[in-house]
């Protein structure tokens, strides 16, 4: 039973929030730093409270750093526990790191020869699983990211450039220059477009403490913008997630996207 619920959220990490009324997330131990060779740890799980680690923790397989340079940094000392994965990254740079978690799903089925066939894996396996002649061919596909962003030193942007696949967030506000009673402005994009008309959840951490999760609700505008303003300093997790279609497979039937960013909020 746990090694199916790892398996979804490694997998199809867009259905997590909405079918397991779970969270998933990066908690970075701090998100700007200084220094010659700082070190942050990152906490990396699904739970029913934000950000403690009380359910299942979220699979390193897709794990992912970039370095203010553009390329991929290894990131260090990966473990995964009961409730929680960890790891740390070594920020020699200075500039800014966008650290994530990217899963792609695919799922098949098909008829071959009166038999209903099914199949489960990745984009990159996907090639010539289905064979000539199969009928009622149903494809979907998912793309999931969970991503946070830390600093060492002052702020920079090429870390934080589209890679045109999901969903992503562009920053108009820096994600590691936000301040209490300030509005932050982001931009989403869907492969790489500006996305309108998507609706995007924020909550503040520490909702173990709350009678309540007091979540906002903000949609994109036609240049697919959102802006919020920050009621106070902490943690905030903001969550998105889009249906639509894939027509670069034959038969792609649905695409499931999502997106997950922890952003840090500092006191004036």
Excluded at 52 to 68: E, K, M, Q, S, W
Aim: aromatic content about 10%; some cysteine.
């Amino acid at each position: 039973m746990i090694r199916t619920a790892l398996f979804c959220v490694a997998s199809f990490v867009a259905l997590s929030s909405t079918c397991f009324a779970h969270k998933v997330w990066l908690r970075p131990s701090q998100t700007s730093l200084s220094g010659s060779e700082p070190w942050v740890t990152v906490d990396a799980a699904v739970s029913n409270d934000l950000f403690y680690f009380n359910h299942f923790p979220l699979g390193l397989d897709g794990l992912v750093v970039i370095g203010p340079e553009g390329k991929e940094v290894a990131a260090q000392n990966e473990s995964v526990g009961k409730y929680r994965s960890v790891f740390d990254v070594a920020l020699e740079e200075q500039g800014t790191y966008r650290i994530a978690v990217l899963n792609k799903g695919m799922f098949a089925s098909w008829e071959e020869g009166g038999e209903r066939k099914r199949w489960r894996g990745t984009p990159a396996t996907f090639d010539g699983v289905i064979p000539e002649g199969a009928t009622n061919v149903s494809i979907s596909e998912s793309i999931g990211r969970v991503e946070t962003f830390v600093t060492n030193g002052a702020p920079t942007g090429t870390a934080l450039e589209s890679t045109g696949e999901g969903i992503e967030l562009a920053p108009v506000s820096h994600p590691n220059d936000l301040y209490a009673g300030e509005e932050g402005t982001f931009q989403l994009l869907v492969n790489g477009k500006p996305a309108p008309e998507m609706e995007i959840e924020i909550i503040q951490g520490g909702t173990r403490y709350r009678n309540a999760q007091d979540s906002a609700r903000v949609k994109t505008d036609d240049e697919g913008k959102f802006s919020y303003k920050w009621p106070e300093a902490g943690m905030y997790w903001l969550s998105t997630s889009k249906n639509d279609t894939d027509t670069s497979i034959p038969n792609a039937t649905q695409r499931r996207l999502s997106y997950t960013a922890t952003l840090e909020v500092l006191p004036q």
